[in-house]
């Protein structure tokens, strides 16, 4: 079944011509944004409407307790100026996963997939050429019960808001391997994309910059010796001819940017291995000089380079 979007035009656009020279990442957002709640077990009014604040009580579950999943994806504009969407089934699917490991109900297909392609046309303009950038989409569900009984949802609204965001130029990331602190553990939440992930990863992110480092080079939760992920990015690295990266073990989140670069690679005829890789084998490869690269993916950033005193300095 199609449920119907009702769509409320903004009646004036905030478009910041000027400002698309020079994006900063995720502050600046579109005219439109797409809006549907779920309650008594249906979803219902989707709309997309102006841009603007929710009003919602304090005790709502989502702040007292995190209930709240997001995905992030991008639209471009194609040389021939079409608009298209990456992948986007892909981030449905891992939404859907997110939403069911936080027992929150997840909005289906023609309200994520149709709704967000729906919104992309309405907010076209938005969208910078080719060269100069994309559209960032970031479609976000949490809970509302107002009532602080610790039990799963019963609803919630589903949100799709978008911001025009610049290419992402940066130089290269220095890392800071992160001993006292891990980002996931078995049987958590590391391989979906839950608000609190992020939160619970900011004070070694943030201890990694007043040590002068970019951010952090995590290790399993378990022995502390296997590299998983940098930041919020999934890691690769080049060793002699062959690409390596982590082999996902349910603490690795699925990146689908990962994916792609794994089957670009192989498309291209390059050896990838997924496999564990622990930071004295990156040790031994860079002091042996077998270490050619290292970067990070993720789809904010694309391609993140690492600085070669990545992930040899511990905390
Ligand atoms: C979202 C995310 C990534 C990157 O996933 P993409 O699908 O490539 O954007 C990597 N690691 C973590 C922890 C993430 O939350």
């Given at each position: 079944m199609r449920r119907p979007i009702s769509i409320h035009r903004s009646e004036v656009s905030r478009l910041p011509q000027a400002a698309f020279d020079h994006l900063p990442f995720g502050s600046i957002f579109s005219d439109h944004m797409l809006f549907a709640t779920y309650g008594n077990g249906a979803w219902t009014h989707v709309e997309i409407r102006p841009y603007g604040p929710v009003s919602l009580p304090p005790s709502i579950n989502a702040l007292q307790y995190g209930f709240s999943v997001f995905e992030g994806l991008k639209a471009y504009r194609t040389v021939q100026g079409r608009l298209v969407l990456f992948r986007p089934r892909e981030n449905w699917g891992r939404f859907q996963r997110s939403c069911e490991r936080l027992a929150l109900p997840s909005p289906p297909e023609d309200i994520f997939l149709d709704g967000m392609q729906e919104l992309v046309r309405v907010d076209a303009a938005w969208t910078p050429q080719w060269d100069a950038g994309s559209l960032y989409i970031r479609p976000c569900l949490y809970a509302v019960?107002?009532?602080?009984?610790?039990?799963?949802?019963s609803s919630c609204q589903f949100v799709i808001f978008t911001c025009p965001v610049g290419p992402y130029y940066a130089l290269p990331v220095n890392l800071l391997v992160s001993?006292?602190?891990?980002?996931a553990f078995p049987?958590?939440?590391?391989d979906i994309k839950p608000a609190g992930n992020y939160a619970a990863a900011m004070l070694a992110a943030r201890r990694a910059q007043e040590a002068g480092y970019d951010n952090v080079l995590w290790l399993d939760g378990k022995e502390r010796r296997y590299i998983e992920e940098c930041g919020v990015m999934n890691i690769f690295f080049v060793i002699e001819n062959t690409v390596v990266t982590p082999n996902l073990?349910?603490?690795i989140l699925p990146g689908i940017t990962r994916d792609s670069v794994i089957t670009l690679l192989r498309d291209m005829h390059c050896r990838v291995e997924e496999r564990p890789i622990s930071i004295a084998e990156i040790v031994e490869v860079y002091e042996g000089g077998a270490l050619r690269e290292c970067f990070g993916a993720g789809t904010a950033a694309t391609i993140l380079h690492a600085g070669t005193n990545c992930a040899f300095v511990k905390s």
């Open positions: 019960d107002e009532n602080i009984t610790v039990r799963p949802p001993t006292d602190y891990v980002r049987g958590g939440t590391g073990t349910g603490t």
